[in-house]
């Protein structure tokens, strides 16, 4: 009897050894994920986007401004993670490359991340 519970319990922690860093991987880039307020249904056409659009570019671009001082060098709309968004990448006042994501729907500040900690992100 104590046997089966010595192996029941190693093969416990063998498991949650080998599951944990899985898991752990798979909650960061949920987490990480932003989350807009309008998800396109299906394949959209890049020239219909505009048009499901709630703020103008001109809205996106004062709201991304406001949130990384600088200089626009990179501006789309695009869906990403299946939502709709403006991306900018912006040099700011520090001479570093900010990307922004703005909500397309509401124009609130998605995320905001330095080029430099994209680029190690991708590399891991």
Known sequence: MKKSIRRLFALSCLAAFIAGPILWAAARETKSAPKGSIHPAGKVKPADLHALAGISFQQATVNALAS???????AELE????????SFEIVGTNKKITEVEIDAGNGKVLDSEDEESEKEDKKD
Not at 79 to 86: A, I, K, N, S
């Open 68 to 74: 990384v001082p600088g200089s626009v060098i990179k």
């Open 79 to 86: 869906v990403e993670d299946g939502c709709l968004m403006y």
